[in-house]
């Protein structure tokens, strides 16, 4: 069974740094793209970036390049989302999520969609 | 950057009512389009990807339809399970953009 597992919630306060983490089992968890989605208390899904932990290879939303960090170590089928220095506005639910692979009949492989999603991990920035 | 508008924003509809909902593309994206639903409190679940293929599992009332720019999410009779809201997500290339959502509310 696919999962893939968050860090729990965070209370910080402005200027402290933070990494919260997701944990892939289930799968090749090299091999497909993870991406991170931020939900900000009562707004929609924004896509913040993509990270393929096989070679790190790494694509952020111009929204949110240069203000976070993402990583991932392999040898734990782990994703990482990283602040250096957070800030209020930061306060939101953060999801990461797998990117599903469509296997065609002539053996090519489509992109099929965020399919597997971790529970989210809510952090809280506050004096 | 593509952007992606959703309408409704709000829609009010009763158990048993055929739903539609459409999402627009500033640009043609083919098929790269999913369709996701999302309850308070929980993650995101994936409905409907390339535009009109039903994930395994999902029930067959669900019906994606569309291709370049317009997309249309549909719930042939809406269930009380079905209380919820609707994103329709582009994945042209590895820039994802989210329409702004569409809250289904009970009437």
């Known amino acids: 069974e696919v999962q893939l597992v968050q860090s729990g919630a965070e209370v910080k306060k402005p200027g402290e740094s933070l990494r919260i983490s997701c944990k892939g089992s289930?799968?090749?968890?090299?091999?497909?793209?993870i991406a991170w989605v931020r939900q900000m208390p009562g707004k929609g899904l924004e896509w913040m970036g993509f990270?393929?932990?096989?070679?790190?290879?790494?694509r952020y939303s111009p929204s949110f390049e240069g203000q976070v960090t993402m990583s991932v170590d392999k040898s734990i089928h782990t994703a990482y989302l990283q602040w250096n220095s957070l800030q209020a506005s930061d306060t939101a639910m953060y999801y990461c999520?797998?990117?599903?692979?469509?296997?065609?009949?002539?053996?090519?492989?489509?992109?099929?969609?965020?399919?597997?999603w971790g529970q989210g991990s809510l952090v809280t920035v506050s004096a | 950057d593509i952007q992606m508008t959703q309408s409704p924003s709000t829609l009010s509809a009763s158990v048993g009512d055929r739903v539609t909902i459409t999402c627009r593309a500033s640009q043609s994206m083919s098929k790269w389009l999913a369709w996701y639903q999302q309850k308070p409190g929980k993650a995101p679940k994936l409905l409907i990807y390339?535009?009109?293929t039903l994930r395994s599992g999902v029930p067959l009332r669900f019906s994606g339809s569309g291709s370049g720019t317009e997309f249309t999410l549909t719930i042939s009779s809406l269930q009380p399970d079905d209380f919820a809201t609707y994103y329709c997500q582009q994945y042209l290339s590895y820039s994802l953009t989210f329409g702004g959502g569409t809250k289904v509310e009970i009437k």
């Open positions: 990270i393929y932990p096989a070679d790190s290879d790494t």
């Open positions: 999520a797998r990117e599903d692979e469509v296997l065609r009949p002539d053996d090519m492989k489509e992109r099929g969609g965020l399919g597997y």
């Open positions: 390339e535009a009109s």
């Open positions: 289930g799968y090749n968890f090299p091999n497909y793209w």
